[in-house]
């Protein structure tokens, strides 16, 4: 099927949930590169706690021994992101920004909005494994901001290249 066929909505989903997995790429790759380049943590922390605040907090510890928790933890966090990115496409769909930075400014203000959302309401409803997101037992708190606005900038990037090629037309922006 064409996808300049598709109705607009699913056109935007689409554009949503492929943006919003290039940004929890781009979120993982700042978490996961903190992680490698630190002495205190390693490179799969990050997905390794995502799985232990769904599963608990034995799910976290020496990679080697938690192969599952990584692999489970980094399908959780493409999923999350690619809803994440569903929602700034609707968002940009109903705004219509005008211009190239626009999109890109208001993924930025998305991505630590929902940085807040998590930090704040999300993580203390699992008490007892939210502290490997609000403490440094991860990566410390300016690498959870950054890593949410380089998640947001990505799907806003991806958002404006979608609709200079035509991806996301006038019915849909």
């Given at each position: 099927m064409d996808f300049a066929g598709w109705s607009a909505a699913k056109r935007v989903v689409a554009i949503g949930a492929a943006g919003g997995a290039i940004g929890g790429m781009m979120l993982a790759m700042v978490e996961?590169?903190?992680?490698?380049?630190?002495?205190?943590?390693?490179?799969?922390?990050?997905?390794?706690?995502i799985w232990a605040w769904v599963g608990?907090?034995?799910h976290f510890g020496s990679p080697g021994n938690h192969v599952g928790p990584i692999v489970l933890g980094?399908?959780?966090?493409?999923?999350n992101s690619m809803m994440i990115g569903v929602g700034f496409a609707v968002l940009m769909a109903v705004l219509r920004p005008r211009g190239d930075i626009a999109p890109i400014m208001a993924g930025v203000v998305y991505g630590l909005g929902v940085w807040v959302v998590m930090r704040y309401v999300i993580l203390p409803l699992n008490s007892g494994e939210d502290d490997l997101f609000t403490t440094s037992l991860v990566s410390p708190q300016w690498v959870w901001w950054l890593g949410h606005a380089v998640l947001g900038m990505a799907a806003g990037v991806f958002y404006t290249v979608a609709r200079r090629a035509g991806l996301v037309?006038?019915?849909?922006?």
């Open positions: 996961m590169l903190y992680g490698w380049l630190s002495d205190a943590h390693t490179f799969w922390d990050a997905p390794m706690a608990g907090i034995e980094l399908g959780g966090h493409m999923v037309g006038q019915d849909a922006r």
